[in-house]
């Protein structure tokens, strides 16, 4: 393994910028004589709009122009969609109600847009807003998914009677059933995923540009998929053609799921620039971030498990109530679906199992995917139900596990899945042996020996990475394909620009994908630079989500080296008078076969363009190739992670003493950045489970509105972690990588409920386990959810 | 609108604010310093943290006009020429940054943590004294490790050592 090769913990290349301050996020750009906008937004959560009064805000200093909803109408702005079809068990499509930009009629949630103030400066702006009058008719409303689709709760779009988008299912009802029928122990579990405010650190923003000249559009954003967002508002939204239309996403301050989609404030920037003919600025505050920003999770789920005499589990049933707030995200009914049932096997294997999820209006926020999308929340319902049916059956919990894990592969499920490839007993027993799991007992006493609790609790995950095949994920309703593009230039002197469709926003593309090239070509890695994000410089690419951008990003890279090798070598050939086969191509040498001939990198690059030692009908000039790769499968990362707890149950205080996780992601290119990918998952699967969850009061006001409310993790929330791998490589693409984004966010919250609910003896701990939950259960006042 | 005279980075400006301008405005808006970023409305996440006459500050809450005839370090100010703060390449060795967002935040935090403090700081201490920074990528196992070794970096004048892992 070379330094800077696969495999190596190479530095970040991208850190100089960032550890200097001379990133270049959206909200640091700014365009001459752009204007700043500022949003007013609905203080009811439902509410019809009788009338909207500018004029007052219009004579305001510095304004511009106030624009609301009718404007927006009169224009033929389109409105905004999810693009993933679902269809209802009895075959009908979802129901998605209309999402104009700014709303124009009826307002469906707290935060929604009703006008927006251009001014020269953002306090302009803002001081002008509270001089826009608006007339609401305000409406009962509803937010509690569990009572979305009840008679007479209020209803949020015509489209959609009763609240209801779509009731699906997956898996074989009649098995699943007589699975039960026989079963010797049921273990029945009621479970609330708490919904969650992604909160990546850079708050949104969008910056819009008119050139009236080539009557074309620049919108600069904080987006995930700049490609996927200059497709849907040209050819949904209908703002203009894709090719008339740049969309550049610069440095991004974090994702998490959040800024895949498209949003209504990069909408409403377009074409306020070109209807003002000056740039416009939009930079979201956190207080407007919490309210807009796409909200992850909030499920309410019945689950059900099925044990046969020798402790094997012979079914699960499922029944999810998913919030998808007051309009469909861009990709939020995929989540509650086919991210979240197909993945209800766990690591197990279970002969029939049988989901049903109906999804729901509310006025709320929109619900889309958020770290793991999903999977957390189906491996929260498989990791919970496992232990507490362990426990339940008086087994060890990973013996249990053990039992019932997965051993050969190809496994498929009964839930569309085929996993590839995996050992489920090495993950587990490494992680076992780095926690000292047979002390535990001795720990346990030793706290108690303090007046503490002390609990340990596994979660072994497996999730579904790499969102691909497209034909197979366009057979369940996806609207777009999921392969990755790639293109390599190599300059005449030999340095590279990798060009690829997905994106970075702190997962340290710039260094792995340098690596990869570096490795593979043999060339310096400060030779390789990577262009992404912007849709004028880039081919067409898919973006970064779902833990696919090593696992489908980079092997649409290792296709285009695969070209530019092979021409690379006929070039090679040409200088050598040898023929292009009897190359050999090794440590950016080119060598002919058994001599001891060779040429170097440079001198073929350069060859490669000034083009003397071939006639053009010979070979073309240049060096540079491209490749669409769509891979065969999705990718199965998979592991266990042990959390381990010490509880005061005076104070109800939760103190994580260990984590360990170790965890499958088939082969790593640098596992520096694997850790921090897992450190950083751990961190918001620990958010998930002891201290965020967003709420709404019956009103629909986000009472959880900003940090002071919202309880972010903070340093001295977590302990450090152990973190560790095994290795089984993915055979479904060639560098054998299955994604390691979301691991870490989908394992944790089951391990530390499993802990915590160990620790305190009662299986009744609901998320998030603040000190008052745990310390409601540790004085025994919550009751056995089994009993 | 009135006149206030700061010294930023060593380099004096004499700039026009308005009575309520903050001080993170007047580094990104007047002097198109955009190192220094704003992560919230609440004073929370300290994204915006810069040094006044030495001390850590959240920009966002300090007024422009009130850091008149200061002397304001932020992040662009912080490494020696080419030459990198040790706290900065720390950062850097440990991987203690992700998407970038927090990290000047976090490193101008860092160095005011040593600087009052000392450089020998212990994980649970660098933890604590971090209640002020919010980072959403890292999970903070590799901000403490910088902090540490770049704290230890700061006393000796040395270059922190590669990382063990
Ligand atoms: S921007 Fe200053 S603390 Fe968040
Ligand atoms: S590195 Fe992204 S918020 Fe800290």
């Known amino acids: ?787 | 609108m009135s006149n206030v005279t700061v010294t930023v980075n060593g380099k004096s400006h004499t700039v026009d604010v308005a009575p309520e301008t903050l001080l993170v405005e007047l580094i990104r808006e007047k002097l198109r310093l955009t190192g220094t970023h704003v992560g919230c409305d609440t004073s929370q996440c300290g994204a915006c943290v810069v040094h006044v006459d030495g001390v850590a500050v959240k920009s966002c809450t300090m007024l422009a006009m009130t850091a008149d005839g200061a002397s304001v370090t932020t992040i662009e100010g912080l490494a020696n020429g080419s030459a990198l703060h040790p706290m900065q390449e720390a950062f850097r060795e440990h991987h203690g940054l992700q998407c970038g967002f927090c990290t000047p935040g976090m490193i101008m935090s860092a160095v005011d943590i040593v600087n009052r403090k000392g450089s020998d700081l212990d994980e649970h201490t660098i933890r604590d004294e971090l209640e002020g920074n919010i980072c959403r990528c890292t999970g903070y196992h590799n901000i403490v490790k910088a902090v540490a070794a770049g704290a230890k970096a700061m006393k000796g004048g040395a270059k922190p050592a590669r990382a063990a892992e």
């Open chain 1, 1 to 787: 393994m070379s330094a800077t090769g696969i495999g190596a913990a190479v530095r970040r290349k991208e850190d100089q910028r960032f550890i200097t301050g001379t990133g270049n996020y959206t909200s640091d750009i700014s365009r001459p004589g752009e204007l700043r906008a500022y949003f007013v937004r609905s203080p009811h959560a439902h509410a019809t709009i009788k009338k909207v009064d500018t004029k007052a805000a219009e004579k305001m200093p510095g304004v511009a122009a106030v624009l609301t909803g009718a404007d927006l109408a009169n224009d033929k702005i389109g409105g905004l969609i999810c693009g993933w079809a679902i269809t209802s068990k009895d075959g009908t499509p979802m129901k998605m109600g209309a999402h104009p930009a700014i709303a124009a009629d009826k307002v469906r949630c707290v935060g929604d847009a009703v006008a927006v103030v251009l001014a020269e400066t953002l306090r302009q702006a803002r001081d002008a807003a509270e001089a826009v009058e608006v007339d609401y008719g305000v409406l009962p409303s509803v937010v509690d998914p569990a009572k979305a689709a009840a008679k007479g709760a209020p209803q949020i779009h015509d489209v959609a009677p009763n609240n209801m988008i779509y009731d699906w299912h997956l898996g074989d009802k009649a098995a699943t059933d007589a699975a039960f029928a026989s079963a010797k122990h049921v273990t029945k579990l009621d479970i609330i995923n708490n919904r969650l405010v992604p909160n990546a650190m850079e708050p949104r923003a969008a910056i819009a540009e008119y050139d009236q000249g080539n009557d074309a559009l620049t919108l600069w954003n904080t987006s995930q998929n700049p490609h996927v967002a200059r497709l849907v508002i040209s050819a949904f939204v209908g703002m203009a053609p894709e090719h008339k239309l740049r969309v550049i996403a610069p440095d991004v301050g974090g994702g998490f799921g959040s800024k895949i989609f498209i949003y209504p404030e990069e909408v409403v920037a377009l074409w306020a620039a070109r209807r003002v003919k000056r740039p416009v600025k939009w930079v979201s505050d956190r207080s407007e971030a919490f309210l807009t920003d796409a909200h992850g999770r909030d499920h309410v789920t019945h689950a059900e498990l099925a044990i046969d005499a020798n402790n094997k589990i012979t079914g699960l049933r499922v029944h999810t109530i998913a919030n998808i707030g007051a309009y469909m995200s861009t990709f939020s009914s995929s989540v509650p679906t086919y991210l979240y049932a197909t993945l209800l096997s766990g690591q197990y294997a279970i002969p029939a199992i049988y989901a049903e999820v109906d999804a729901v209006y509310t006025n709320t926020a929109p619900v889309d995917a958020y770290r793991g999308a999903g999977r957390p929340e189906a491996t929260f319902v498989v990791e919970r139900l496992v232990e507490v049916a362990a426990r339940e059956l008086g087994l060890d919990p990973a013996e249990f596990r053990r039992k019932n894990f997965v051993k050969s592969f190809p496994h498929q499920t009964p839930v569309i899945m085929t996993y590839d490839a995996g050992d489920y007993d090495a993950s587990l027993t490494k992680a076992m042996d780095l926690i000292d799991y047979k002390n535990f007992g001795k720990r346990k006493a030793e706290s108690e020996k303090h007046g503490k609790l002390r609990g340990i609790g596994f979660s072994t995950y497996i999730e579904a990475c790499g969102i691909a095949p497209s034909q197979a994920v366009g057979s369940l309703g996806a609207g777009v394909g999921l392969w990755e593009s790639a293109e390599v230039r190599v300059n005449p002197t030999g340095s590279i620009e990798i060009l690829t469709g997905s994106h970075s926003h702190g997962q340290g593309h710039e260094t792995t994908f340098a690596q990869l090239v570096s490795d593979r070509l043999g060339v310096p890695i400060e030779t390789v630079s990577v262009v992404h994000g912007d849709t004028d410089k880039v081919q067409f690419g898919m973006g970064t989500y779902g833990s696919r951008s090593g696992a489908v990003g980079m092997s649409a890279i290792v296709k285009a080296l695969d070209k530019i090798e092979a021409k690379a070598k006929k070039v090679a050939g040409y200088m050598m008078e040898a023929s292009g086969d009897d190359i050999e191509f090794k440590d950016g040498k080119f060598t002919v076969k058994g001599t001891d001939k060779s040429v170097g990198w440079g001198d073929v690059t350069l060859n490669a363009y000034i083009a003397h030692k071939f006639t053009g009908g010979q070979l073309e000039p240049g060096l540079k190739e491209g490749a669409f790769y769509d891979p065969t499968n999705f990718t199965f990362p998979a592991g266990c992670h042990i959390a381990e707890v010490e509880i005061d149950p005076e104070t109800g205080k939760t103190t994580i003493a260990k984590w360990v996780a170790v965890d499958d992601f088939g082969n790593i290119i640098n596992p520096m950045i694997v850790e921090g990918q897992v450190h950083g998952g751990i961190a918001q699967g620990v958010g998930q489970a002891m201290l965020e969850g967003a709420s709404y009061n019956s009103d629909g006001q986000l009472v959880t509105g900003s940090f002071m409310d919202y309880a972010m993790p903070r340093a001295a929330d977590l302990p450090s972690f152990k973190v560790d791998t095994t290795v089984t490589p993915c055979p479904s693409n060639p560098l054998g990588i299955k994604g390691c984004g979301e691991a870490g966010a989908i394992a944790s919250p089951a391990a530390l409920i499993n802990a915590i609910t160990n620790a305190v003896g009662h299986e009744n701990v609901p998320m998030p386990a603040t000190p008052s939950t745990v310390w409601k259960a540790a004085q025994g006042g919550m009751k056995k959810a089994a009993e």
